[in-house]
């Protein structure tokens, strides 16, 4: 089975170009797809309905069934593009979009934290771009922060573990310079340590992040 990376969401633009890049330096990348129709299939995405926990424990099924060992995965937040893709303010989108963006992330976080520490190897990474406040948008601001949280949460608790062949990075990203972004993210994967400085929010793009 073939080493690769595994990446949420290709509804986000972020997510599609990290993708490409690291495809572009012959890393075998998975990204994580909205339903999808009845017979249809792909080497590059695997269904991930976020409203469902029998979707979620399915995942790691469907990356081996394409033969890909997800040794790398990386969990993306968006605000900015989630605010076109849950774009409602109504009382009744409240539930999908706390859903879709809270519990989802949370469930997939602790899943993967649990896979990692017990194959005692692999990384997990964070990937995050918020969105002003206030923002006209209380749901994506409140999910943003939730984001966060569980982030700090997730790498806190690996920490604890202490588990040395498990490693995790928390990214932010702040303006739209997203191809050397991806390409900061991608060099980052190719070091044998991905932080000496874990449970920090490092910029994406940030020179000198090992004292270089």
């Known amino acids: 089975m073939a080493s690769g990376v595994f990446i949420t969401d290709n509804r986000l ?23 999808k129709e009845d017979g249809e299939s792909s080497s590059t995405e695997i269904e991930w309905n976020r409203s469902s926990l029998f ?5 790691m099924v469907q990356l081996k069934n394409i ?7 990386i969990i993306v937040f968006d605000a900015q593009d989630y605010t076109k893709l849950y774009p409602s303010l ?3 989108s409240i539930d999908k979009n706390i859903g879709d963006l ?36 209380p749901c994506i601001s409140a999910a943003a922060s939730a984001f966060v949280r569980i982030a700090e949460e997730t790498v806190d608790f690996i920490r604890k573990a202490e588990v040395p062949g498990v490693q995790t990075l928390l990214v932010k990203l702040e303006g739209f310079d997203d191809e050397n972004f991806a390409k900061w993210i991608a060099n980052q994967l190719d070091l044998a340590v991905l932080s000496k400085s874990v449970g920090r929010w490092v910029k994406a793009g940030q020179r000198g992040f090992f004292g270089k």
């Open 102 to 137: 809270i519990s989802s992330n949370l469930a997939l976080s602790m899943m993967l934290k649990n896979y990692y520490i017990k194959k005692a190897r692999g990384r997990l990474l964070f990937v995050f771009r918020g969105i002003e406040t206030p923002s006209g948008y």
């Open 55 to 59: 979707s979620l424990q399915s995942l």
């Open 90 to 92: 109504d009382a009744t």
């Open 13 to 35: 633009s972020f997510s599609q170009v990290l993708a490409s890049e690291l495809r572009d330096k012959g890393v075998k990348v998975c990204l994580s797809s909205e339903v």
């Open 67 to 73: 033969d890909l060992d997800a040794e790398t995965s």
